[in-house]
């Protein structure tokens, strides 16, 4: 009499992780993707977005230090270009519903690793709480620049 309480007990068990493992699974298909583009750029057939949200996630995509409406690198080297590269993040994110102090990780891209101490005094100044982060070196970026950060946001 006793086995049949344990092997019910442990039916009813196996029930209830399937069922909320069923649950979770739902729940995550249900999660919607949206392919968030810059204003002004929706008809320029550009092949990736300005932001990508997921959930209360937002993943941008690679910015550089392009002073907006143009095609032109900001003046001043690695940190003029980091200087305008981050203003141009803080405007994407307050545009699509973020802000700096909800970005939760950054990946650097520059161009010459020599340049990463020079970067790092500007960076460093757009974040209270300093987010995760990489810096990788490359053998070049778009447009000839010195820097590319993408980051992760937060969104309420």
Not at 56 to 85: K, W
Not at 101 to 120: H, P, Q, R
Request: hydrophobic share 45%.
């Amino acid at each position: 009499m006793n086995q049949g309480r344990y092997v019910l007990l442990a039916l009813m068990i196996a029930v209830l992780g399937f069922v909320a493992v069923s649950t979770r699974a739902d729940d995550h298909r249900k999660t919607e993707v949206e392919y968030l583009k810059s204003p002004g750029t929706e008809d320029m057939n550009l092949p990736f977005s300005a932001a990508v949200r997921v959930g209360n996630l937002m993943f941008l995509s690679g910015q550089l230090g392009l002073v907006p409406g143009t095609r032109d690198l900001a003046e001043g080297g690695i940190q003029g270009q980091t200087r305008q590269t981050m203003d141009n993040i803080k405007r994407t994110l307050e545009g699509f519903g973020s802000s700096m102090d909800k970005v939760v990780k950054c990946t650097v891209f520059l161009a010459d690793m020599d340049e990463w101490g020079a970067m790092n005094e500007v960076y460093r100044t757009y974040f209270r709480n300093a987010p995760a982060r990489s810096a990788l070196g490359s053998s070049g970026l778009a447009l000839g620049a010195a820097v590319e950060i993408e980051c992760i946001a937060v969104v309420d």
